[in-house]
């Protein structure tokens, strides 16, 4: 099942740069010095990549999530994440921090720092003597969320017309100011989790049908939570730091692959990884096509086609679904 999906992303990257308002030739793109060239090599490809190493991150911590939550409405934003790197950048925007350090935009910065710290107070906020419940967890998660939304309505308030554009374009996930240092800066943070979660995947299948059942299977439960939580921190806040909030597709695809590949662990993470990039790539793609050279940011499209298609599949599969 892997082979088929690693075959379907590959396929979805090599043809994406190829498509847009502006056609490109591979005479013109090969030659030297080109318009074709500088569309295809500094336009498209680093958005496609980066857009290809977004989605797959962010199925990757659909699945997991799912997995340790033992919930099927979970996806990388349930703990807040998206919240907080939201609010980082919120903040970072409204005083003016538009600067770049290394090559990095301090908002980016700022999200990333937003969504870490999200995440360490809500194992604060949950921890009981020692032990952190699910169920505490999720219910501090979407606390936090509707905390720092609050927080984020003020600060859009109180901020100038430029900056509240700013931040109402950051909500809505873009993959549009992507180059290839955004690429090669994010791209060891996934492929390194995504490695950590192979590494873990095993362990994966009886915890997520509960503490107790992988405890009597040997599973060191705290040591594999607190290693899950810690890779899907480092997958959504890695790629969210950059593209902004893009949802639905943590949420789609791990159900999606599910479907098709079973509930192993070992199939389903590197398979999501694969038909999370592909799914991502080609909701870019249209969002740049479809009103060029008016573009739409992708977080829009994820969500008109995601809804309509998750709704079908509760309907279709319901009972097969988790």
Partial sequence: MVGPCAAFCLLVVLFAPWIGSTGVTWRNVLAGVSPDREIFFVARLPRVLFGALVGGAL??????FQAILRNSLADPFTLGVSAGSSLGAFIAIWLGLEMVIWGIPVVSIAA????FLTIAL???????AGVVPTFTLILAGVTLNFIFFAVMMFIHYAANFSQGYLMTRWTMGALDTADMRTVLGAAPFVIGC???LMWIAGQLNPLSAG??????????VRRVKKLSYFIGSILTGAVTAFSGPIGFVGLIVPHTVRLVAGPDHRVLIPASFFIGSAFLVLCDTAARTLFAPTEIPVGVITALLGGPFFIALLKRKRGDLW
């Fill in 211 to 220: 503490e107790e059942w992988a405890a009597s299977r040997g599973v060191d």
């Fill in 194 to 196: 995504l490695a950590g």
């Fill in 122 to 128: 809500v194992f604060f906020i949950a921890r009981t």
């Fill in 112 to 115: 990333f720092i937003g969504a």
């Fill in 59 to 64: 199925a990757m911590a659909g699945v997991l």
